[in-house]
């Protein structure tokens, strides 16, 4: 297991903070959840708490934009992209201002919290705003890369922040030039995996292999900017596709790779694991993503379905 994603973004922002003095950070009382307390500590006069009130955080960091700071707003994913959704409209990506909207206990990792906690919408709510990217890492890796990169951009971007630690992935060189990480080469079945599913994805593979079904498994953290010709490259050679998202199957991950095959007149045997149309409840993170079919063992059983004249 690597460091827990909330860890690994809490430590990198402190990081930063040296080498980009524009850098700033609001948190909205949630700070040594989010992990921001490390840069609090460090940076004690460029650290903002504005209290539980994630729209004026966002408003706050709007206004500090337009002069000339960096700042990264921290708050549970679920009130960032609910509560905070009309400023982070309105003020941010109508300015196409570069605030970076760090959205923590994303999925279900606010699993003994519940429904009111669990963010299971706010891919699509972040990725339908105009000028907005969405990044949603698979490791602690991978939200380093996504805090750096985003650092680099002039608009806004939305990064979805575990909880938990998870097994860290390959391909850490290609994940800002690629934007779509190859983990392995495979010629049955393409399965596309967006934030911490990939290490379902990874395990299902070494199962898959045992029993002579090869998948190319991608490691797919970028929704938006998407970058579909990987995954088109490698549907043309294997005929089959399965997704896996931690968020609801409308609007999410899933769409966004449909959206873009559907454009390039692309077809194959299609299946796409994610939450259904359903409010989740309350439990161990690892067994309530089990209970919504997210885990290695139900994308054995996906993936044999798919290709079942193998």
């Known amino acids: 297991m690597s460091l827990a994603m909330r860890d690994a973004f809490g430590k990198k922002l402190a990081e930063l903070g040296a080498v980009h003095p524009e850098l700033v950070v609001l948190d909205a009382d949630v700070s040594s959840s989010t992990k921001s307390n490390i840069f609090a500590e460090k940076y004690p006069d460029r650290f903002f708490n504005c209290g539980v009130a994630e729209a004026n955080m966002a408003g706050v960091a709007a206004g500090l934009a337009t002069c000339g700071l960096r700042p990264v707003i921290n708050a549970f994913s679920i009130f960032l992209s609910l509560k905070a959704t009309d400023q982070i409209r309105n003020d ?140 088109a490259a490698s549907i043309k050679k294997t005929g089959k596709l399965l997704c896996i998202e931690e968020h609801v199957l409308k609007g999410g991950f899933t769409g966004a790779v449909c959206e873009e095959l559907m454009k390039k007149k692309i077809t194959c045997e299609f299946d796409a694991i994610g939450i259904e149309d359903t409010f989740t409840e309350t439990g161990d993170y690892f067994k309530l993503l089990a209970a919504y079919g997210l885990s290695a063992g139900n994308v054995v059983k996906r993936v044999k379905k798919l290709c079942k004249n193998h």
């Open 92 to 231: 941010i990506c109508y300015n196409n201002l570069p605030v970076i909207i760090a959205g923590s206990y994303g999925g279900l990792s606010d699993s003994y919290d519940g429904a009111s906690h669990q963010s299971i919408t706010d891919i699509a709510i972040m990725r339908a705003l105009p000028n907005m990217q969405v990044i949603v890492p698979a490791d602690s890796n991978q939200a380093e890369l996504a805090l750096e990169y985003a650092l680099q951009q002039n608009g806004p971007v939305f990064i979805r922040i575990n909880r938990n630690a998870l097994p860290e992935l390959p391909g850490k060189k290609d994940f800002t030039e690629k934007k779509v990480i190859k983990c392995t080469t495979g010629t049955d079945i393409t399965i596309a995996a967006n934030g911490i599913t990939a290490s379902f994805a990874m395990e299902a593979f070494e199962t898959l292999k045992k029993q002579g079904i090869h998948a190319e498994v991608f490691s797919v953290p970028f929704v938006k900017p998407f970058d579909i010709k990987p995954i």
